[in-house]
């Protein structure tokens, strides 16, 4: 394996939703493992991620998504989306993915930087005692691409 | 803050929602702030956000996001979009948000590039005319990829 | 042109979607056309794109998307995502996009590299005798991220 010392992944997390959380927090503890230096930047949708009271109750919802094979009129059916997110945990479980909140703290935990985006948090009345332990900061956008310099950065 | 002479940052935007198009732009404006090169390339459902007739009224869609906490079979009823998408400009308003047309006009004023796709373009039978007047261009995915040459590039 | 020997384009593509299946498969082919390397990875949904039975079954969803003009009471009534399937088909031949497993085929021709993303392959119980003939095999995130390096990423 390479030298990864001077590298430096920017992951821009900006869904809520199960399925959209898991690529994220994926990559960014795979890239930690690797010696990557870690920025992770939570916006918009992707609030309720590092959002203490909903981090763990992420849904996945089936309508919208044709993959799960799942047509439009029963997938909005009441019922289905629980269905769907408890079928889409076991499925996470299986290949061992800790949940949501666990896995923040373990990127945390291994050096990774959870930042959450001051415009968000203002759009959308957040407060700092909402978020998870985790967070280390509130920062705006251009704080966020001074942090990015010199990364790769992907937008999920 | 660092020296942003030689940094370029490249944005296809790929969604027409209003809660997808303000990532983009917010993004854009703060690179230019810091003189950071912007090269922006709308395609797909993105090419609403440079569409003269369409660009100020985006809708946010509450189905298939649980981060609003709206059910779907209630998300789906007539009358939600334009309610939820009333409620998000209220909250975009509350944070100083500029319309979309009135914020893609300051990034190009402030040296940012506006690209449309000419496949898009093609495929949705639209004509130059159809497009607001900041658009610099309409070019292939070959050209935008040359311009994007060196530059951290977001798929949003 | 520059010379694009060093460049290199890695594309994760996350997403089973019709209209988000090509933006990958277009600037996939676009790179390599320009002598840039090429490593797309799929995952999640975008498992869709390299199944061999679903890949050129994708399907084009208008619930959600207001860019569609269609209202999501109207979106979700049966036959509509068919019928709005149909319609973008017909957009693509226009533009002369050739079909999923085809364009696949191309990009693979023409020297891009095709991964499949092993978790992924495991939580939806994929086995290789699933994959398109292209894949050049199932690799785990870390490995992804190695063959990354110096690229441009682009999360879709």
């Known amino acids: 394996m390479s030298d990864n010392e001077d590298r ?10 199960l399925d959209m959380a898991y690529p994220g927090l994926v990559l960014a503890n795979a890239a930690l ?26 849904k996945f919802v089936p309508v919208g998504n044709p993959s799960t094979g799942m047509p439009n009129f029963i997938a ?4 289905m989306t629980p269905m769907a997110t408890k079928m889409m945990h076991k499925g996470l479980e299986k290949i061992d993915m800790p949940p949501v909140g666990e896995f923040l703290e373990m990127i945390h935990d291994a050096g990774g930087n959870i930042w959450a985006c001051r415009m968000a948090m ?3 009345n957040l407060k700092e005692s909402d978020l998870a332990p985790e967070v280390d900061g509130v920062v ?6 001074e942090m990015a310099e010199g990364a790769q950065i992907l937008f999920i």
């Open 8 to 17: 430096k992944l920017a992951i821009i997390c900006s869904k809520g939703t």
């Open 33 to 58: 493992m690797m010696g990557i230096e870690v920025e992770m930047f939570f916006t918009f949708w992707g609030m309720d991620i590092i959002h203490k009271e909903k981090q763990n109750s992420l």
């Open 76 to 79: 909005a059916i009441p019922g």
């Open 122 to 124: 203002d759009m959308m």
């Open 140 to 145: 705006g956008a251009m704080e966020f691409l």
